[in-house]
């Protein structure tokens, strides 16, 4: 683990977060400047800086972690069905909008009041 690094520090319990979900691999928590209704947050508990990091020997947890998604945006509020569902978001890079450097998905859902094309026809 890097000592110095933010999602490092929560996952080791150093500092505090809104943690919705921990095993061993994992941790997912709140987003502390949340884009929507649900905004988690889910980290790899060891230190990768991005997806432009990943080879072929991450292929086994990177699929745990996909995994994890639909179930922590299920059981977190993102609306099921065809009229509901979640983004997945993976910033990578300067470029890419990341601003840490620590691997991490953005699960972003919920209700989407603002968005004229979910709401009801008039
Ligand atoms: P990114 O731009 O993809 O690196 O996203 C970093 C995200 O981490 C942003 O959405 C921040 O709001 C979020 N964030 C920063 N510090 C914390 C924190 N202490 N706890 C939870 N989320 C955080
Ligand atoms: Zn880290």
Redesign the pocket.
Known sequence: MSHDC?FCK?ARHD?P?GIVYEDDEFMA?????PAAPVHL?LIPKHHIESLADIGAQDLDWLGRMMHLVPNLAYTNGCNPGPEGGFRLVA?TGIEG????AHL?F?IIGGARPWDKRAAPAA
């Open positions: 933010l929560i500092i977060a928590f709140h987003d502390i400047n947050l910033n909008g990341q601003e840490i991490h953005h």
